[in-house]
């Protein structure tokens, strides 16, 4: 089978760091489906694991972490699928990834893809759609019942994808959604998706947030830079609020000064059930086949903003690149063998 991955890791801009391969097509087991990939989306997340590192792989690594596609066969386990069916999810970081014609996924971090999307369309969805979801409702434990509703949220970073979807899940709930944007073309894309307020992060937050009427906000998630972020969410979270990261952070972080307001900080990883095989796993695959049903009924809007074919170690570098620009609105999407 045709697949695109990489031995070395290398400058996006080197021929060598995303090559066409051709491999064997695996044979599910246990929960495993096998899918046929149709169509790919990209994510900050493979530009980082693809960035380059003193490391050499003996065996080719495939990346990718979203994809929408068919299922071509199933393991002795499986329950929830059949071969024929059209699924969509984002996988596990610590197996082989979308990038190839065939890949094994584990059903319970999959579902039936939205009836009314093509196949690029839906594989837009999967990874940040998850991140998003649990970030909101899980790490920060917003009510999907609207029990939080007409509280105020603050989204940093909010023209990606995550921040795409978490926009949309928030106003879904009632939530008073306000986000940064420093761009016109990234406010605008905000507003779009039915943003009450856009501040510019450029700028103090503070002034701004208190040009609204506020003092506080009851919670903060931060999709784009934990470092830079910090001191400000530390001074903007209401007291007994919530704050969730998902980027990494180079320096120590001044949790002390979270205690008096008794706030609590959440971390979000959207591979953490996959890569350790949390018993409650399969709440991913419940939690994508309730974002395929609001994408159905209309509650959430496409965010595909660019489709690249076709899935090739040249069109890959090539949306590599875009990722690592730091200027995508949406997502990017990569279709066809």
Not at 73 to 79: E, F, Q, S
Not at 102 to 116: S, W
Not at 141 to 164: C, H, M, P
């Amino acid at each position: 089978m045709k697949a695109v991955g990489l031995y070395r890791y290398l400058p996006i801009s080197h021929p060598d760091s995303l090559l066409d391969l051709d491999m064997r097509v695996p044979t599910p087991d246990a929960h495993d489906l096998l899918v046929r990939v149709e169509a790919v989306s990209v994510n900050p997340v493979d530009a980082k694991v693809r960035a380059p590192k003193d490391l050499a792989e003996s065996e080719a690594r495939v990346l990718g972490w979203d994809a929408a596609g068919v299922v071509q066969a199933v393991g002795p386990r499986v329950t929830f699928f059949s071969p024929g069916d059209s699924v969509y999810y984002a996988g596990d970081i610590t197996r082989q990834g979308s990038n190839s014609q065939y890949q094994l996924v584990d059903e319970r971090i999959v579902a039936l893809k939205p009836r009314t999307t093509d196949f690029a369309q839906a594989a837009a969805f999967p990874l940040v759609s998850i991140t998003a979801y649990e970030a909101l409702f899980e790490r920060m434990r917003i009510s999907l019942e609207g029990k939080d509703s007409g509280k105020t949220l603050l989204i940093i970073g909010g023209a990606g994808g995550v921040g795409s979807m978490a926009i949309q899940m928030a106003l879904l709930v009632d939530l008073t959604v306000i986000v940064t944007a420093s761009r016109p073309e990234s406010e605008a894309w905000i507003r779009q998706l039915g943003a009450h307020h856009v501040v510019d992060h450029r700028r103090p937050l503070r002034p701004q947030i208190e040009a609204m009427g506020l003092t506080h906000v009851d919670f903060i998630a931060d999709f784009v830079d934990t470092d830079g972020y910090w001191d400000a969410m530390v001074d903007l979270v209401a007291p007994q609020g919530t704050l969730c990261t998902i980027v990494d952070h180079k320096r120590p972080l001044n949790h002390a000064a979270l205690k008096m307001k008794s706030v609590t900080h959440a971390w979000e990883f959207m591979f953490t059930r996959p890569k350790y095989r949390t018993t409650d796993m399969v709440e991913q695959h419940r939690l994508l086949t309730r974002v395929a049903g609001w994408i159905d009924e209309g509650k959430l809007k496409q965010i595909m903003r660019e489709q690249l074919s076709p899935i090739s170690a040249a069109t890959l570098r090539q949306a590599h690149a875009k990722i690592e620009s730091g200027t995508m609105i949406g997502k990017l999407v990569v279709v066809g063998w």
